[in-house]
């Protein structure tokens, strides 16, 4: 028996409880009782010895009187004998030679002698009387016992109806600790427990799907390095051999592939300081609609033909944000790449920015196959394309929307995509207005 045991301190806090309530009880029940007992027996002891006053004064009358009306003993003797039994109180009769004619208490128990009639009449309780004492509080003692047994019982049962799932989710947490990320509970109420087992259960489908992206993630940014040093390899191995001839086409080449090689290395240093926290923001006001002008110059090179669409239309009077404006860039160029890439020729690309409640939000809308629903919640995760069927080159390495969910909550802001399939496809951030007196 563990005494660590929450249920077993528990029961033993019931058991203290109940001990402590049944000993006051008794003995205040039985304090109570007892003075009202005594009190009882005094006052009936009181009337008792005011009607053998009243008896002292008048029987010796009324003897004579029937003395002397009946001439005898012989009819006075019984009718004292029926009056000391109805009275309950003793006689005792003499004659002029003083002797006893009559003593009615040898048929009466308990009475009290001549001595004490004329004393204090002691004791206070008789047999019986102390009897029934002892019998109340015997009651009391069962009646606490049976309650006492009947609180642990239900106690019992109760606890075990309560701690059973906070055992098998202790049980779980420590299965988990040694790696098995497989364990769940089973909900079984609504309250607190309940809420509790659900938690564990959401932080345990949490920590699976991290394990499993941290896996895929090791797996992906070994194909994304891969490639490029597959090709720089290549490339200098066919150099090496004369396969290939120094041009200035194969040297273009090799930078192209390390300054892809580059970035992808940025781009995970960049999500790994986001999430020590160490990410660097030289944050100061900042006009959002600067930021979208100056985004829309460098998109603008793609644009022409390409045979697509690129609109613009920011509020007038957004109010200054306290901002990274390199990192907002960076944000809303991912963006833009990601719409490129997924806008069919002769599409449409929109850029909207507006203020909303306390915050301004800017969207980038393109036409094209949408998005499925499915794929939406995890469109922000590092290596994920919603299309299995790009390649890097197509679809790009799969850390441009990772990158932009990191920034945007870096400045304290949220990023979510919508779409409608067959039709478009639109990524929202919005960046809280923090600061008082930037203007609106």
Known sequence: MRFNSLRNRFLLLVIIVLAVTGVMTTWFAGRAIGQRFQSYIVSSQKTSLDRLEKMKTIVPGMV?????EHKGWSEVLPLLQQLSDLSGQRIILFDDTEEMLLDTGANSEGQPSLEEIDGTILPLYSGSQALYI?????????AVLGTGIFALILTWVLTRGILHPVEDLTGAVRRMTSGDLKQRVTVTSKDEIGDLAHSFNVMADNLARAEQARRHMVSDVAHELRTPLSNIRGYLEAMQDGVVERSCEAINSLHEEALLLNRLVDDLQLLALADAGHLPLVRHPTQV???????????????????????????RNLPLLDVDAERIGQVLRNLLNNAFAYTPQRGKITVNAQRHSDSVEVSVLNTGEGIPSEHLPYLFDRFYRADKSRSRATGGSGLGLAIVKQLVEAH?????????????????????????????
């Open 134 to 142: 002892t019998a109340i509080n015997q009651a009391l003692l069962w």
């Open 289 to 315: 609609g600067d930021v979208v002008e100056k985004a829309l110059q460098v998109a603008s090179l793609r644009v022409n033909g390409s045979g697509i669409q690129l609109s613009v239309a920011v509020e």
């Open 412 to 440: 304290g802001g949220t990023v979510w995509a919508e779409s409608k399939v067959g039709e478009w496809a639109k990524f929202t951030f919005a960046l809280p207005i923090e600061r008082q007196g930037m203007g609106d």
């Open 64 to 68: 004579e009187l029937m003395y002397e």
